[in-house]
């Protein structure tokens, strides 16, 4: 019988060829050969540490410090590019503003003096008519109060309407008290003599047709101007609202005017 030797059996030991791995040191971001070690990465403890923190390198430091003066100078010319368009903004409201009103003195409807002066600190609503107009004098008058009814519920009693009689001649004291009874509570009629009244409609740029020689019993009607003046709290024309404007519109354009006048001035009167 034929005897198999030793030899032959570990003849028949799979045979896998020799393979030795050699690890090189590699700098940071470098990928290692795999044509002599596939499927492996070898670092040193330094590039993990280094992978695993980040790299600052000086000149990430210089960029880094570069970037934050850019930015900084960047904002400060938006911030005064800002400053000086603001700056224009006022200049062209205050030159394209109409150069309406001025010094009067009238009395009020409960018989007291009221001046010009008695508008500062308040934003005024100045409307010019009579007592004896049968209906466009009463509606921009009940237009007055329901801007005045829905602006107080924001801002309170920041607001202060004004009515000049145009008709001195019959617009007595005790007459515009009473006709005023029919309107918003703290509208102010205001009344005088006819020159008084002529300078100041004049200031306003209103015009009227009352004759100075009318007669205080007289059925006439008197042709003028039919404006709201919106004045600011220092006094100075606004806008002028005419009777096509309703009172939603008057009320939106006077939240921008206050709102550009606190803007401004860092306060709303």
């Given amino acids: ?64 410090v570069a970037t934050g003066v850019g930015l900084f100078y960047y904002f400060r010319y938006e911030k005064q590019k800002l400053l000086e368009q ?6 062209s409201r205050s030159v394209g503003r109409a150069h309406v009103g001025g010094p009067f ?13 008695d508008l500062l ?34 801002y309170g009693t920041i607001f202060q309407p004004v009515f000049i009689s145009v008709d001195p001649a019959r617009d007595s004291v005790s007459q515009m008290k009473t006709y005023l009874t029919d309107f918003h509570p703290r509208i102010i009629g205001l009344t005088g003599d006819y020159a008084t009244v002529k300078s100041t409609c004049k200031a306003y740029r209103v ?28 006094g100075q024309f606004v806008e002028a609202f005419g009777q096509s404007s309703t009172s939603d519109e008057v009320v939106e354009r006077v939240k921008k005017e206050i709102s550009e006048f606190e803007k401004e001035t860092g306060r709303k009167v």
């Avoid at 003195?105 to 002066?117: A, G, Q, R, V, Y």
């Avoid at 934003?123 to 209906?135: A, E, I, Q, S």
């Fill in 121 to 154: 600190g308040k934003w005024n609503f100045v409307y010019f008519g009579f007592t004896n107009c049968p209906d466009i004098c009463p509606a921009e008058l009940d237009k007055i109060g329901l801007v005045l009814t829905s602006l107080e519920k924001d």
């Fill in 105 to 117: 003195t009238l009395t009020t409807h409960e018989d007291k003096p009221f001046s010009d002066n």
């Fill in 1 to 64: 019988m034929f005897k198999l030797s030793s030899t032959y059996f570990r003849s028949l030991r799979p045979c896998f060829p020799s393979r030795s791995i050699q690890c090189k040191r590699q700098p940071l971001f470098v990928r290692p050969n795999t044509a002599t070690a596939p499927g492996r990465r070898c670092f040193t403890s330094g590039s993990r540490d280094r992978a695993t923190v980040g790299v600052f390198t000086p000149w990430a430091a210089a960029l880094f």
């Fill in 207 to 234: 015009y009227f047709s009352t004759p100075p020689d009318a007669d205080p019993k007289g059925d006439y009607l008197v042709d003028h101007s039919i404006y709201v003046y919106l004045m600011d709290p220092n």
């Fill in 86 to 91: 603001r700056q224009k903004e006022l200049e």
